[in-house]
């Protein structure tokens, strides 16, 4: 059975290393948009690079909802540490509201940054949920959240995503581009990094 690729980004891949569709999980966007993130500019520098050689970005709202949890984390995170701890659980209207503004603002954001580049995917359909349990059945070890972003990827016939989620290692049959370790050890262990065409990667789900 065809294994995942690992593809090291801050290696310096070639075109034939780079497809020419790759998905976007949520730790990749934050770490395009955050310029505090320790890989913000690894990020930054391989999504201008696939930009300007053709390459066609994509998400989905399930990616959204993903960032959206970790903008408002983010945010409590912040308001605990600037506020007297007795008073963290009594959130007042106007502080609720000022969060909600907040957390639709850097949705709206996102999708602005998005917009030239990428292409949302839709989930909506029966056999996006299909997909996940078959991406399970060969891939016993992945996280439920990581089968539903392969899911949506795999209805939608893109096999590529950028992340910096080891655990997107235990799939079968997708390139995996990042910067975490694990992505970086598969790509270092290669013999031929050519990426997988979405043919082997149906031939695996079929």
């Known amino acids: 059975m065809t294994k995942s690729k690992g593809f090291d980004i801050n290696a310096p891949l070639k ?25 913000h500019s690894v990020y930054l520098n391989f999504y201008q690079k696939c930009v300007s050689s053709g390459t066609v970005f994509t998400y989905s709202t399930h990616v959204l909802e993903e ?5 408002r984390k983010s945010y409590l995170k912040q308001f605990y540490k600037n506020t007297n701890p007795s008073i963290t659980n009594n959130f007042s209207d106007s502080q609720i509201r000022l969060m909600n503004q907040n957390l639709e603002n850097s949705i ?3 999708e602005r940054f998005l917009h030239t580049d990428a292409e949302k995917l839709d989930f909506d359909n029966i056999n996006s949920y299909e997909n996940i349990f078959k991406i399970q059945k ?7 959240e990581d ?20 655990g997107m290692m235990e799939s079968k049959g997708f390139n995996i581009y990042g910067a ?3 992505i970086a050890t598969d790509y270092a262990k290669q013999n031929s990094n050519s990426f997988i065409d979405f043919n082997a990667t149906r031939k695996v789900y079929k």
């Open 15 to 39: 075109h034939e290393e780079i497809d020419e569709l790759i998905y976007l999980d949520a730790n990749a966007i934050i770490h395009l948009l955050d310029p505090s993130q320790s890989r």
């Open 67 to 71: 960032v959206l949890k970790y903008n």
């Open 108 to 110: 709206v954001n996102i």
């Open 138 to 144: 060969h891939s016993p070890r992945i996280h439920i």
């Open 147 to 166: 089968a539903k972003h392969l899911g949506i990827m795999y209805e939608n016939e893109v096999n590529s995503i950028l992340t910096d989620d080891n």
């Open 180 to 182: 975490s370790k694990d």
